[in-house]
């Protein structure tokens, strides 16, 4: 039998899912510093964040449970990683075999739409091991980008929105705490926002957009295509 909140998000498919960008995204989380040649976890998550919300795998949306999470390390090569479903997340592990920086991300669109709209998904994160700084690439054309490291109590954590490279201007972007604190912010002419570390713990940030695009998905046509972005950092 499908679960209430299952039927819930159907019916608000079939409404024209407005209700479902706002309320639900996929989010990466990944403790941003590992140790060379020490298995590091990295797990995938949906639901609500900014209620404490964590859907169960079997009531993710459509068929986001088929996503993949690539990871780019500081040699430019790009690895697909083996999930594991948990039932409240999926988990997978990579090894970092050099210093640098490492890039998780993930990009899904949902096989179903929402009425005449795409749904895409995307969440990113940044995995920081021993010395350098080199960025590895990432092939997505929106970015959140956000140090790879652990911030403290009362510090003012910067955030970068691009697309295609260049900074995205006078855009909201919700920034959400696991004390269940949440706060709009708008990115300043250079794209970037400060984020009050208020409280320790992990944050996520998200950036939704909708555009006008037409095109033919799964054999079904539509006329918009919604994107949410997130990513997260981690405070002690």
């Not at 960008?21 to 964040?49: C, D, M, T």
């Not at 900014?50 to 780019?72: C, F, H, N, P, R």
């Not at 990683?81 to 997340?89: A, I, N, P, T, V």
């Not at 911030?151 to 295609?164: E, H, I, K, N, Q």
Request: net charge negative.
């Amino acid at each position: 039998m499908k679960s209430i909140k299952h039927i819930i998000l159907s019916l608000m498919v079939l409404l024209g899912g407005s209700q479902l960008v706002q309320a639900h995204a996929i989010w990466l989380e990944s403790h941003p510093i590992g140790v060379k040649n020490k298995a590091h976890v990295v797990r995938v998550f949906y639901g609500e964040y900014a209620t404490g919300e964590i859907d169960a795998t079997k009531d993710w949306y459509s068929d986001m449970k088929e996503l993949t999470v690539q990871l780019v390390g500081p040699n430019q090569k790009v690895q697909t990683l083996r999930l594991e479903d948990k039932g409240d997340f999926l988990e997978g592990t990579f090894l970092p075999s050099e210093d640098g920086l490492y890039h998780l991300f993930t990009s899904h669109a949902a096989k179903d739409l929402g009425g005449e709209t795409r749904y895409e998904f995307v969440s990113q994160t940044r995995v920081k091991i021993g010395e350098g700084e080199a960025l590895p690439m990432i092939p997505l054309r929106h970015q959140l980008s956000v140090d790879a490291k652990v911030s403290s109590v009362g510090a003012r954590v910067p955030l970068l929105l691009t697309s295609d490279g260049k900074p995205v201007v006078e855009k909201d972007i919700l920034v959400m705490s696991s004390a269940g604190w949440s706060k709009t912010y708008k990115t300043d002419q250079e794209g970037k926002i400060l984020i009050e570390a208020i409280w320790p713990g992990k944050y996520v940030v998200e950036y939704s957009h909708m555009e006008q695009q037409e095109g033919v998905w799964h054999e079904k046509p539509y006329k918009k295509n919604w994107q949410g972005l997130t990513t997260s950092f981690l405070v002690e």
